[in-house]
């Protein structure tokens, strides 16, 4: 099993920058790629960005060029610096661990509202 806690979301006014971020414990060398997703009311939840152990990284066309993601492998953490947010960003944002051999592992969310 994989544990994943997220923090730092919270409310903002366009063009503003949060951090979240994602620390991991549990089965965590069994961790492959780590990523955040985001849900929007009444929307599916789809994908932000994801980082592989080791280091590669894929970005939602959406927010490139506006968010970082950044991973700590010694401390296995995951932070995503998320700047210029627009109101389109307003989501529930999950932190997700993917592993080898246990699957997928989802993170409580943490919520972030932008603010026209």
């Known amino acids: 099993q994989v544990q994943l806690v997220e923090s730092g979301g919270g409310l903002v006014q366009a063009g503003g920058s949060l951090r979240l971020s994602c620390a991991a414990s549990?089965?965590?060398?069994?961790?492959?790629?780590m990523g955040w997703y985001r849900q929007a009311p009444g929307k599916q939840r789809e994908l932000v960005a994801t980082?592989?152990?080791?280091?590669?990284?894929n970005y939602a066309e959406s927010i490139k060029g506006r968010f970082t993601l950044s991973r700590d492998n010694l401390k296995i953490t995951l932070s995503l610096q998320m700047n210029s947010l627009k109101p389109e960003d307003t989501a529930v944002y999950y932190c997700?661990?993917?592993?080898?051999?246990?699957?997928?592992?989802w993170g409580q969310g943490t919520q972030v509202t932008v603010s026209s």
């Open positions: 549990g089965r965590t060398p069994n961790i492959n790629v």
């Open positions: 980082i592989s152990s080791s280091g590669s990284t």
């Open positions: 997700n661990a993917l592993t080898d051999y246990y699957g997928a592992f």
